[in-house]
T-cell receptor
Framework: DTGVSQDPRHKITKRGQNVTFRCDPI?????LYWYRQTLGQGPEFLTY????????KSRLLSDRFSAERPKGSFSTLEIQRTEQGDSAMYLC??????????FGPGTRLTVT | KNQVEQSPQSLIILEGKNCTLQ??????????LRWYKQDTGRGPVSLTI?????NTKSNGRYTATLDADTKQSSLHITASQLSDSASYIC????????????FGTGTRLQVFP
């Protein structure tokens, strides 16, 4: 499968725990995006990378959230001290330059 | 504020019928408008993308229209199938920041036999 992949697909965690999600973009894509989607809403932009550089972060990305793309390939999104309000679908997308963004299947996070 | 609004919020139709979904946006300066289909629990999949100069674009049974003057778009689905049941999301980007997509809240379509 040469599409965008995300791991895990589902994560259930207790409030206060840390979680980390991984995104593997389409191989030749230099841009990688993270979005958050809550039930019944459209995705909201969190952050994006061009190669290994993080170019923009949304105000939604509090200091408990950190994203990395160390070698310009895969990316990780970490949430520290999770809160119930963090429960959402976390979507990753990739693109070549600013062209079409291709989305992964998402990671569904449930914080109990 | 850049916003994208969609209507209706949800729609139920019978298999074989046509339907039209609406999108209004206030994003400026406008770069392009996309329609995505999102199955439950999955990531969005692109259906069409239109720039300022394009009025209509088709992808199989899906036809999108764009009126850049009134800042409106529609997605018409012809001869609906059960597999069309999904959320349809209108997404707009601005020339100021083409990487930051602005999503509507989507229209939830259910097709019944």
């Amino acid at each position: 499968d040469t599409g965008v992949s995300q791991d895990p697909r589902h994560k259930i965690t207790k409030r206060g725990q840390n979680v980390t999600f991984r995104c593997d973009p389409i191989s030749e894509h230099n841009r990688l995006y993270w979005y958050r989607q809550t039930l019944g809403q459209g995705p909201e932009f969190l952050t994006y990378f061009q190669n290994e550089a993080q170019l923009e972060k949304s105000r939604l990305l509090s200091d408990r959230f950190s994203a990395e793309r160390p070698k310009g390939s895969f990316s990780t999104l970490e949430i520290q001290r999770t809160e119930q309000g963090d429960s959402a679908m976390y979507l990753c997308a990739s693109s070549f330059r600013s062209y079409e963004q291709y989305f992964g299947p998402g990671t569904r996070l449930t914080v109990t | 504020k850049n916003q994208v609004e969609q209507s209706p919020q949800s729609l139920i139709i019978l298999e074989g019928k046509n339907c039209t979904l609406q999108c209004n946006y206030t994003v400026s300066p406008f770069s392009n408008l996309r329609w995505y289909k999102q199955d439950t629990g999955r990531g969005p999949v692109s259906l069409t993308i239109m720039t300022f100069s394009e009025n209509t674009k088709s992808n199989g049974r899906y036809t999108a229209t764009l009126d850049a003057d009134t800042k409106q778009s529609s997605l018409h689905i012809t001869a609906s199938q059960l597999s069309d049941s999904a959320s349809y999301i209108c997404v707009v980007s601005s020339h100021r920041d083409t990487d930051k997509l602005i999503f509507g809240t989507g229209t939830r379509l259910q097709v019944f036999p």
